[in-house]
């Protein structure tokens, strides 16, 4: 079973940015698919971002393209979460998943889950 830690939350401004970081243990990371889910205030949890192995390429949910962009580096065993121009609608906690058969963006998609970080965005 893999383990999943989350860093890098934090308060910001609108307009400004963040990084989030996943650090991945336990099993070998090139073999699971990896996605960022965000739980707004009040809501359920909902998709941001996953790669795919298979294709080579990253998805992202409409309301963070362009803003944010996801990247893994195989080397450190970590995925990041950069994420730009952020605005209060963007305030959750956001949590790291893993599955090594993941193919939708759906949170029961994903098998294994970090604890979460929090994102503040003030306007």
């Known amino acids: 079973q893999v383990q999943l830690v989350e860093s890098g939350g934090g308060s910001v401004q609108s307009g400004g940015s963040l990084r989030l970081s996943c650090a991945v243990s336990?099993?070998?990371?090139?073999?699971?698919?990896m996605g960022w889910f965000r739980q707004p205030p009040g809501k359920e949890r909902e998709f941001v971002a996953r790669?795919?192995?298979?294709?080579?390429?990253?998805y992202y949910a409409d309301s963070v393209k362009g803003r944010f962009t996801m990247s893994r580096d195989n080397a450190k065993n970590t995925v990041a979460l950069q994420m730009n121009n952020l605005k209060p609608e963007d305030t959750a906690v956001y949590y790291c998943?893993?599955?090594?058969?993941?193919?939708?963006?759906?949170?029961?998609?994903?098998?294994?889950w970090g604890q979460g970080t929090q994102v503040t965005v003030s306007s």
């Open positions: 998943a893993a599955d090594r058969t993941a193919w939708g963006f759906a949170p029961t998609d994903f098998g294994s």
């Open positions: 790669d795919n192995r298979h294709y080579g390429r990253q």
């Open positions: 336990g099993d070998s990371f090139n073999n699971y698919e």
